[in-house]
Protein backbone atom coordinates (compact mmCIF):
# COMPACT_ATOMS: atom_id res chain seq x y z
CA UNK A 1 0.00 0.00 0.00
CA UNK A 2 1.29 3.56 -0.62
CA UNK A 3 1.62 5.68 1.85
CA UNK A 4 2.73 9.20 1.52
CA UNK A 5 4.54 11.40 4.34
CA UNK A 6 5.47 15.34 4.34
CA UNK A 7 7.55 16.40 6.60
CA UNK A 8 7.37 19.71 8.18
CA UNK A 9 3.74 19.62 8.68
CA UNK A 10 4.04 23.08 9.38
CA UNK A 11 6.86 25.99 8.59
CA UNK A 12 6.71 29.53 9.20
CA UNK A 13 9.55 31.72 7.69
CA UNK A 14 10.33 35.03 6.96
CA UNK A 15 9.44 37.21 3.34
CA UNK A 16 12.38 36.59 0.96
CA UNK A 17 14.02 33.23 2.33
CA UNK A 18 14.20 30.43 0.18
CA UNK A 19 12.60 27.07 1.24
CA UNK A 20 12.05 23.62 0.93
CA UNK A 21 8.98 21.19 1.43
CA UNK A 22 9.58 17.25 1.55
CA UNK A 23 7.48 14.29 0.17
CA UNK A 24 8.45 10.87 0.36
CA UNK A 25 6.78 7.52 -0.88
CA UNK A 26 6.59 3.56 0.09
CA UNK A 27 6.24 2.63 -3.41
CA UNK A 28 8.48 3.72 -6.75
CA UNK A 29 5.72 2.21 -9.21
CA UNK A 30 4.01 5.73 -10.06
CA UNK A 31 3.23 7.40 -13.51
CA UNK A 32 3.56 10.61 -11.84
CA UNK A 33 4.27 13.27 -8.93
CA UNK A 34 1.72 16.73 -8.09
CA UNK A 35 2.24 18.94 -5.94
CA UNK A 36 -0.91 21.00 -4.96
CA UNK A 37 -1.28 24.17 -3.00
CA UNK A 38 -4.73 24.07 -1.15
CA UNK A 39 -5.88 27.75 0.40
CA UNK A 40 -8.14 27.86 3.54
CA UNK A 41 -11.68 26.87 2.41
CA UNK A 42 -10.53 26.20 -1.18
CA UNK A 43 -10.12 23.16 -3.14
CA UNK A 44 -6.37 21.86 -4.73
CA UNK A 45 -4.74 23.98 -7.49
CA UNK A 46 -2.15 21.87 -8.85
CA UNK A 47 1.01 23.79 -9.32
CA UNK A 48 3.80 20.88 -10.83
CA UNK A 49 3.23 17.71 -12.31
CA UNK A 50 6.60 15.21 -12.88
CA UNK A 51 5.89 11.79 -14.39
CA UNK A 52 7.42 9.17 -13.96
CA UNK A 53 10.65 9.39 -16.97
CA UNK A 54 11.04 12.92 -15.02
CA UNK A 55 13.61 14.38 -12.64
CA UNK A 56 12.58 17.67 -12.38
CA UNK A 57 9.59 20.74 -13.38
CA UNK A 58 9.80 24.45 -12.70
CA UNK A 59 7.62 26.92 -12.86
CA UNK A 60 8.00 30.79 -12.24
CA UNK A 61 9.72 30.66 -8.43
CA UNK A 62 9.11 27.04 -7.86
CA UNK A 63 10.73 23.89 -8.63
CA UNK A 64 9.81 19.89 -8.20
CA UNK A 65 12.24 17.42 -8.14
CA UNK A 66 11.63 13.84 -8.34
CA UNK A 67 14.03 10.70 -7.19
CA UNK A 68 11.96 8.08 -7.78
CA UNK A 69 14.52 5.08 -6.62
CA UNK A 70 14.91 6.79 -2.84
CA UNK A 71 11.04 7.72 -3.04
CA UNK A 72 11.80 11.00 -2.70
CA UNK A 73 10.31 14.79 -4.01
CA UNK A 74 11.03 18.21 -3.13
CA UNK A 75 9.50 21.37 -3.78
CA UNK A 76 11.48 24.54 -3.81
CA UNK A 77 10.17 28.02 -3.42
CA UNK A 78 12.58 30.86 -4.04
CA UNK A 79 12.21 34.30 -2.38
CA UNK A 80 8.99 33.62 -0.50
CA UNK A 81 6.45 35.78 -0.44
CA UNK A 82 3.37 36.32 2.32
CA UNK A 83 1.36 35.38 -0.65
CA UNK A 84 2.62 31.97 -0.99
CA UNK A 85 1.19 31.37 2.42
CA UNK A 86 -1.57 28.16 2.15
CA UNK A 87 -0.94 24.30 2.59
CA UNK A 88 1.35 22.46 -0.02
CA UNK A 89 0.67 18.78 -0.96
CA UNK A 90 1.94 16.58 -2.65
CA UNK A 91 0.66 13.28 -4.18
CA UNK A 92 1.19 10.27 -6.20
CA UNK A 93 -0.12 8.60 -8.81
CA UNK A 94 -0.38 5.24 -10.10
CA UNK A 95 -3.44 2.89 -11.46
CA UNK A 96 -6.18 5.72 -10.98
CA UNK A 97 -5.42 5.90 -7.27
CA UNK A 98 -3.75 9.05 -6.18
CA UNK A 99 -2.03 9.10 -2.70
CA UNK A 100 -1.92 12.19 -1.10
CA UNK A 101 0.48 13.31 1.50
CA UNK A 102 -0.92 15.04 4.73
CA UNK A 103 0.34 18.38 3.89
CA UNK A 104 2.97 21.06 4.56
CA UNK A 105 1.35 24.50 5.99
CA UNK A 106 3.78 26.87 5.12
CA UNK A 107 3.14 30.89 6.58
CA UNK A 108 5.47 33.19 4.71
CA UNK A 109 5.68 36.47 7.22
CA UNK A 110 6.21 39.95 6.09
CA UNK B 1 -15.13 28.15 -17.92
CA UNK B 2 -16.33 27.04 -14.67
CA UNK B 3 -13.97 24.17 -14.50
CA UNK B 4 -15.50 22.00 -11.52
CA UNK B 5 -18.42 22.88 -9.87
CA UNK B 6 -19.49 21.54 -6.40
CA UNK B 7 -22.89 21.79 -5.29
CA UNK B 8 -24.29 22.26 -2.08
CA UNK B 9 -21.18 23.70 -0.95
CA UNK B 10 -22.44 23.23 2.75
CA UNK B 11 -24.83 20.80 4.32
CA UNK B 12 -25.70 19.41 7.79
CA UNK B 13 -27.57 16.27 7.97
CA UNK B 14 -28.54 14.23 11.17
CA UNK B 15 -27.78 10.60 11.12
CA UNK B 16 -29.43 8.32 9.10
CA UNK B 17 -30.32 10.76 6.49
CA UNK B 18 -29.66 10.31 2.87
CA UNK B 19 -28.15 13.35 0.25
CA UNK B 20 -26.46 13.68 -3.37
CA UNK B 21 -23.34 15.68 -3.91
CA UNK B 22 -23.02 16.54 -7.43
CA UNK B 23 -20.29 17.68 -9.49
CA UNK B 24 -20.41 19.07 -12.65
CA UNK B 25 -17.39 19.62 -15.01
CA UNK B 26 -17.10 21.69 -18.38
CA UNK B 27 -14.01 20.63 -19.65
CA UNK B 28 -14.66 17.32 -21.40
CA UNK B 29 -12.78 15.02 -18.92
CA UNK B 30 -12.83 11.16 -19.71
CA UNK B 31 -12.20 10.86 -15.60
CA UNK B 32 -13.87 11.99 -12.40
CA UNK B 33 -12.93 11.47 -8.73
CA UNK B 34 -14.43 11.49 -5.85
CA UNK B 35 -12.55 12.15 -2.63
CA UNK B 36 -12.78 13.03 1.63
CA UNK B 37 -10.65 15.36 2.79
CA UNK B 38 -10.49 14.92 7.43
CA UNK B 39 -8.17 17.09 9.57
CA UNK B 40 -4.55 16.15 9.42
CA UNK B 41 -5.10 13.39 6.65
CA UNK B 42 -4.45 13.82 3.13
CA UNK B 43 -7.10 13.36 0.78
CA UNK B 44 -8.32 9.69 0.27
CA UNK B 45 -9.90 8.49 -3.14
CA UNK B 46 -13.77 7.00 -2.46
CA UNK B 47 -14.76 6.51 -5.66
CA UNK B 48 -13.79 7.20 -9.54
CA UNK B 49 -15.28 6.92 -12.87
CA UNK B 50 -13.10 6.55 -16.23
CA UNK B 51 -15.60 7.39 -18.38
CA UNK B 52 -20.01 8.10 -18.65
CA UNK B 53 -21.76 4.76 -17.50
CA UNK B 54 -18.28 3.35 -15.24
CA UNK B 55 -17.02 3.82 -11.63
CA UNK B 56 -14.64 1.84 -9.46
CA UNK B 57 -13.99 2.09 -5.87
CA UNK B 58 -11.31 4.01 -4.44
CA UNK B 59 -9.54 3.47 -0.92
CA UNK B 60 -12.51 3.98 1.21
CA UNK B 61 -15.38 2.99 -0.24
CA UNK B 62 -17.93 1.95 2.05
CA UNK B 63 -21.36 4.09 3.02
CA UNK B 64 -20.92 5.68 -0.56
CA UNK B 65 -22.67 5.02 -3.74
CA UNK B 66 -22.15 7.06 -7.16
CA UNK B 67 -23.09 7.20 -10.75
CA UNK B 68 -21.85 8.98 -13.92
CA UNK B 69 -24.62 8.72 -16.29
CA UNK B 70 -23.61 11.69 -18.18
CA UNK B 71 -19.89 12.76 -18.87
CA UNK B 72 -19.69 16.00 -17.21
CA UNK B 73 -21.11 14.88 -13.92
CA UNK B 74 -20.49 12.48 -11.09
CA UNK B 75 -22.69 12.55 -8.45
CA UNK B 76 -21.80 10.90 -4.43
CA UNK B 77 -24.44 9.53 -2.70
CA UNK B 78 -24.87 8.76 1.06
CA UNK B 79 -27.85 6.36 1.38
CA UNK B 80 -27.66 6.54 5.77
CA UNK B 81 -25.34 9.23 6.78
CA UNK B 82 -23.57 8.67 9.94
CA UNK B 83 -21.35 10.90 12.13
CA UNK B 84 -18.29 9.44 10.90
CA UNK B 85 -18.54 10.85 7.09
CA UNK B 86 -18.78 14.41 8.66
CA UNK B 87 -15.96 15.51 6.39
CA UNK B 88 -14.78 17.84 3.17
CA UNK B 89 -15.53 16.36 0.22
CA UNK B 90 -13.88 17.32 -3.34
CA UNK B 91 -14.68 16.33 -6.65
CA UNK B 92 -11.56 16.28 -9.36
CA UNK B 93 -11.55 15.32 -13.35
CA UNK B 94 -8.90 14.94 -15.39
CA UNK B 95 -8.08 13.35 -19.02
CA UNK B 96 -5.00 11.71 -17.87
CA UNK B 97 -3.35 11.72 -21.35
CA UNK B 98 -2.69 14.27 -23.56
CA UNK B 99 -0.15 12.85 -26.14
CA UNK B 100 2.35 11.77 -24.20
CA UNK B 101 1.67 14.27 -21.18
CA UNK B 102 0.00 13.27 -18.15
CA UNK B 103 -2.26 15.96 -17.41
CA UNK B 104 -3.15 16.86 -13.87
CA UNK B 105 -6.30 16.73 -11.88
CA UNK B 106 -8.66 19.74 -11.71
CA UNK B 107 -10.69 20.42 -8.22
CA UNK B 108 -13.45 21.44 -7.07
CA UNK B 109 -13.67 23.98 -3.86
CA UNK B 110 -15.42 21.34 -1.81
CA UNK B 111 -18.28 20.49 0.03
CA UNK B 112 -18.75 20.74 3.60
CA UNK B 113 -20.60 18.33 5.37
CA UNK B 114 -21.82 17.81 8.78
CA UNK B 115 -23.41 15.26 10.30
CA UNK B 116 -25.06 15.42 13.93
Known amino acids: KQEVTQIPAALSVPEGENLVLNCSFT??????LQWFRQDPGKGLTSLLL?????REQTSGRLNASLDKSSGRSTLYIAASQPGDSATYLC?????????FGAGTRLTVKP | NAGVTQTPKFRVLKTGQSMTLLCAQD?????MYWYRQDPGMGLRLIHY???????AKGEVPDGYNVSRLKKQNFLLGLESAAPSQTSVYFC???????????????FGDGTRLSIL
Open chain 1, 91 to 99: AVYNNNDMR
Open chain 1, 27 to 32: DSAIYN
Open chain 1, 50 to 54: IQSSQ
Open chain 2, 27 to 31: MNHEY
Open chain 2, 49 to 55: SVGEGTT
Open chain 2, 92 to 106: ASCDPMRGTSNQPQH
